[in-house]
């Protein structure tokens, strides 16, 4: 009964913490925008789930119910991860993780109510877009009769059965220090992928029971049907087809199928409590007596750690005894310094794989590196080390610092980007004498775009979130959607195949990839002189 108790309260409170932030509210709204643009009316030419290439659903009950919610568990998947990720991690900042741990709560307790936290937070997201649905169908017209069962169902036994797997997967990574950061993003990014991969495949589990069904109905109705279908927008080049799918008929086995996620969720909390080191000081150990009094800064220690100036401690030190301060400031010694602070943490794995990189973009021809993919990897390869720019100052609280010093704002923030553009330059410059030795024009001047693009990218995002996990999030979507699947505009690289559109055009998107990236980083450095002044 203890337990039990203990994990209501974890539950309640982390559930009141997390609604309380402007952060939940965001992501409502944008998943009822999102919502919104799911059910898409006729005259806009673009469909969200298609069968073929220009058929979909009639807007009644079942078919609104059911793309609304998986385009939501697709969408809510990635983005919701993300979200929910950083409930142990407030915990330990804010000290209220050590007071848990001085308490009878078990570490299988505590994360049950974290997971639990999740999930509710997630369940409240969902509800919200399926009323948006109901409204929806209503707006388009279409189908002006509700039935709440087909509208609602595809919500209760798809979309929450996989948010329940998202909420403990969030809570395992959080439970190890090598998944807590930007590792742990890109591991999560990669099986996002798998799983929409997967979900694509005519296989009976998540979202594959509802678009099997579909699939169904559309081959009974059209013997010709290829079998095909997508989740996604579609500009189809025909006429939109419209045909009835009147909902599936959840019975007691698919109930059951869908609910092993509910299993992989309880296991995966299992495993987290046996991974969870629980909560000390950041190596895993606990602090021993003599430490915690050397931290004191009135104990023996503490003074006798402190340099002697003039014969005294410094904290014994009036200001006009100091020596005057002397010297230029050099913005090559601050871009240095920030270099140092960028690559410091790097491996020599990470230096080793990014050398192979180049060494085989620059060996072999520049169409079987952007075939075999090295291009485009060499381009994600870097990402967790843009991620800390912008962010870093404000993690260590060292921006005021920059701000007491002759021309600090400016000057750092210069230094921060120029540091991240000479990481980027040196990562795909074998690339880039690749190119050039094969006159490729195009493709050189949008690889030299981006060596400008992304630093500036990084940066705005982390001064405007204070944390690398928003660039690292949206920078995978980008790549993910630009160089690997080379959709138009979201293509830096410029490898989309030219169809003659403005979105292909080199002599249009270059320049805009320019002035983008000048924008960024004029609407950065704003923002961060503001807040600065604010403060």
Not at 284 to 312: C, D, F, I, M, W
């Amino acid at each position: 009964m203890g337990s039990i108790r203990a994990i209501f309260s974890i539950t309640r409170a982390d559930l009141l913490e997390r609604i309380r932030q402007f952060s939940f509210l965001a992501a409502i709204g944008l998943s009822m925008l999102i919502a919104y643009f799911f059910v898409p009316p006729m005259e806009s030419g673009y469909i969200t789930l298609h069968l073929g290439e220009n058929y979909r659903g009639v807007y009644n009950s079942a078919w609104v119910g059911g793309t609304v919610a998986l385009s939501t568990a697709l969408f809510l998947t990635l983005f919701g991860f993300f979200l929910v990720k950083n409930s142990i991690q407030r915990d330990y900042l804010s000290g209220v993780g050590q007071i848990i741990a001085s308490t009878p709560v078990n570490k299988l307790a505590y994360l049950t109510g974290k997971t639990i936290s999740n999930f509710a937070v997630l369940t409240l997201i969902v509800a919200a877009v399926a009323a948006t649905a109901l409204v929806m169908q209503l707006v388009r017209g279409e189908v002006l009769e509700i039935e709440l069962w087909p509208l609602v169902s595809p919500f209760i036994f798809v979309t929450l059965p996989i948010m329940s797997v998202v909420a403990a997967i969030a809570v395992i990574f959080e439970t190890r220090p090598l998944l807590q950061g930007g590792i742990g993003n890109v591991l999560f990014f990669v099986l996002y992928f798998v799983f929409v991969v997967s979900s694509n495949e005519t296989m009976s589990y998540g979202v594959s029971v509802v678009t099997s069904d579909m699939v169904k109905e559309m081959a009974a109705i059209k013997p010709d049907f290829s079998g095909t279908y997508g989740i996604g927008i579609l500009v189809p080049d025909q006429p939109i087809e419209l045909f009835v799918w009147q909902g599936l008929d959840w019975t007691t086995e698919l109930v059951m199928q869908q609910s092993t996620f509910l299993l992989a969720a309880a296991a995966a909390v299992l495993v987290a409590a046996l991974l969870f080191p629980g909560f000390q000081d950041p190596r895993g150990r606990r602090l021993s007596k003599q430490s915690v009094q050397a931290l004191q800064p009135n104990s023996e220690p503490y003074l006798e750690a402190l340099p002697v100036v003039t014969g005294h401690p410094v904290s014994q030190i009036r200001a006009d005894e100091l020596t005057p301060a002397t010297g230029k400031s050099s913005l090559a010694k601050l871009i240095a310094a920030e270099w140092w602070l960028l690559t410091k943490k790097t491996s020599t794995g990470w230096y080793v794989i990014a050398g192979i990189l180049s060494i085989l973009c620059l060996a072999i021809p520049s169409a079987v590196s952007i075939q075999w993919m090295l291009w485009p990897i060499l381009w994600i390869w870097p990402m967790l080390l843009w991620s800390q720019m912008g962010s870093r100052e404000a993690v260590f609280h060292t921006q005021f610092l920059m701000v007491s010093s002759p021309y600090g704002k400016i000057r750092q923030y210069i230094a921060v980007w120029t540091a991240g553009v000479l990481l980027t330059f040196l990562v795909v410059s074998p690339m880039l004498l690749r190119l050039l030795f094969e006159h490729n024009v195009e493709l050189l001047a949008y690889g030299i775009t981006g060596v400008f693009l992304i630093p500036s990218f990084a940066l705005v995002c982390g001064v405007l979130t204070n944390t690398s996990r928003t660039f690292e999030v949206l920078y995978m979507i980008v790549w993910y959607l630009g160089p690997v699947n080379k959709t138009p505009v979201f293509n830096f690289l410029g490898t989309s195949s030219t169809d003659g559109s403005w979105f292909t055009d080199a002599g249009m998107m270059i320049p805009l990839y320019l002035v983008s990236g000048i924008a960024l980083l004029a609407s950065g450095y704003l923002f961060r002189n503001r807040f600065m002044r604010a403060r």
